[in-house]
């Protein structure tokens, strides 16, 4: 059900204005006062300004096994916040589900935009430190709990209605009340609206953009994990090849074997000894080479583990029919934890575990240890209308390209999903987009990195980088692009050690890739240039 936008704005008659009078022309409000603002199917439960640096995250300090909500975040986390009003709400968005979301309004200090960042896995955190990152660059934003309490995991999501509220249905209600609320606010609704998002959040973006076409300018998506239905049964299918048998584990030793192996097959291949492959899909690494000869302990895998390793660097595929499900993981990402889930006691990635349990399965019971995932019927119940309806797969994104529209997407080379999905999938939405792709959507592929940057499925936080792995923003590109029509070609992405940057990467727009200069130091991105490489058509 799409729920219309019928606002009530529910006057207080402190500031003397008829609710017919349009809300770009109304003065600025009290925070206060957007408490009273009602919705047909919502209101705001809240409002409250917050003083600078004086943001008190209330946040659960104990999370269940294998929870996926953030560990606890002391208020000096947030010492540094601007003065914002911080406004709750709720909505009705069936007659079985609910939503709650926040909105965070930067008081004197917004940049005139609205940015939404997406939650991580299945919601129902409204993770502070999110809408932190974005009002410290000035934006409004917003986030939704998807009607997940963040506490259950996804038990919420065996009501139809509510898996709907994750689909699509939250993030649409709670933009259109955020966009509201801002021209509410400031007296004026946002310049441009932006999505910023990395992981499984790019599926909320990308669903977004397809069904709600006007409800967002421009978007940067990383790591994408649009293709729910099949993305799962490739983590399974990687956590099943490292435990078919107690010789199919990795513990740290074997994954340094393996990528000691593969560096010293492929490193060179780029041209440069710098421990990375600039472009994985030159490596066609065998990991026989590492078997154990006979007598053999150490700097070998065992044949389980060779086994295992092929698996990973081949197609996820239909057991019966062949068909491939999803593509190949590329060599060069053995530390990439999820990878290889190296210890025999961890359970499968949890997103597809809970996947399966609570979406495909709808059974709260299901044990992924003893009802193992099949690559047959399983795909049949996967493809069951009202599950697949959860992939954000439109490639024909034309409604909203034609309102001006961009798309960033960039990728780590080293995605413990395969790199290679996002590819086909940005390929699909240039060509179904036609001759003016280019203007609208640019694919990046940063070698090295893995399914986010280090700051995972939160945004880049420039007053706080992460102290390890990767990080850039892309916000600063997206909005070059979208408000001064500059398209991004090329851009510099750091990599720190212990907190100091020890490397910077040149990305190009692909197809391109950064080609060494032959001179220079082979960690400064200046020592590389964007170049389009001959390579064969496959892969
Ligand atoms: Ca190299």
Redesign the pocket.
């Known amino acids: 059900m799409k729920c219309t936008l019928a606002v009530i704005v529910v006057v207080t008659g402190v500031l003397g204005l008829r609710t017919s009078e349009p809300l770009q022309a109304q003065a600025r409000r009290a925070c206060t006062d957007l408490s009273s603002i009602k919705w047909d199917n919502g209101r705001v439960t809240s409002a409250r300004l917050v003083a600078a640096g004086r943001f008190e995250p209330a946040w659960a300090t104990q999370s269940l096994p294998g929870e996926t909500r953030p560990r606890a975040l002391s208020p000096e986390a947030f010492a540094d916040l601007p003065a914002f009003c911080q406004v709750m709400g709720e909505g009705e968005t069936s007659k079985e589900s609910r939503i709650r979301f926040q909105v965070w309004l930067p008081e004197t200090t917004w940049n005139r935009r609205y940015r939404a960042d997406g939650f991580a896995f299945f919601g129902g955190t409204m993770d502070p430190a999110v809408l932190a990152a974005a009002v410290r660059e000035g934006y409004a934003t917003a986030t939704t709990d998807a009607g997940g309490d963040g506490t259950a995991r996804a038990n919420f999501l065996v009501n139809p209605e509510s898996l709907k509220d994750w689909n699509y249905r939250a993030w649409h209600e709670t933009t259109v009340k955020a966009k509201t609320l801002i021209a509410s606010y400031y007296g004026s609704g946002p310049l441009f609206s932006y999505w910023n998002l990395t992981g499984g959040n790019t599926r909320q973006g990308l669903k977004n953009i397809a069904l709600y076409p006007e409800d967002y300018d421009a978007m940067a998506a990383g790591g994408l994990s649009n293709y729910v239905t099949r993305l799962t049964f490739a983590q399974m299918a990687a956590w099943q090849a490292t435990h078919d048998t107690p010789d199919s584990y990795f513990d740290a030793r074997a994954l340094q074997v393996l990528n000691a192996g593969v560096l010293a097959a492929c490193?060179?291949n780029?041209g440069?000894?710098?421990a990375?492959?600039?472009d994985p899909r030159d490596c066609h690494f065998d990991p026989q080479v590492l078997t154990c000869r006979e007598g053999q302990q150490t700097d070998c895998l065992k044949p389980a583990q060779v086994v295992a390793v092929q698996k990973l660097y081949a197609p996820v595929r239909h057991s019966r029919t062949g068909e491939r499900l999803y593509p190949e993981l590329l060599p060069g990402g053995e530390w990439n934890g999820a990878l290889l889930n190296p210890s025999p006691e961890l359970p499968p990635a949890d997103y597809a575990a809970n996947f399966f349990k609570y979406v495909v399965f709808r059974d709260p019971n299901l044990d992924w240890r003893t009802r193992r995932i099949n690559y047959d019927a399983d795909v049949a119940l996967a493809d069951r209308p009202e599950v697949s309806a959860v992939n954000a797969i439109e490639a024909d994104l034309r409604p909203f390209i034609r309102r001006g529209g961009k798309l960033l997407f960039y990728n780590g080379w080293n995605d413990n999903l395969s790199p290679l999905y996002p590819i086909e999938f940005y390929r699909r939405v240039a060509e179904t987009t036609g001759a003016d792709a280019g203007k609208s959507v640019r694919m990046f592929m940063i070698p090295g990195m893995g399914h986010n940057p280090a700051n995972g499925n939160r945004p880049y936080d420039r007053f706080n980088p992460p102290p390890n792995g990767y990080s850039f923003d892309p916000m600063p590109l997206l909005t070059r692009w979208r408000e001064a029509g500059q398209p991004p070609d090329q851009f510099a992405v750091d990599h720190r050690t212990n907190g100091k940057v020890d490397r910077q990467l040149l990305v190009c727009e692909y197809p391109q890739r950064a080609e060494y200069r032959g001179t220079g130091d082979p960690m400064q991105s200046a020592s590389y240039q964007c170049r389009l490489a001959e390579r064969p058509a496959a892969r």
Do not use: F, I, T
């Open positions: 490193d060179m780029d440069v000894k710098d990375l492959l600039h």
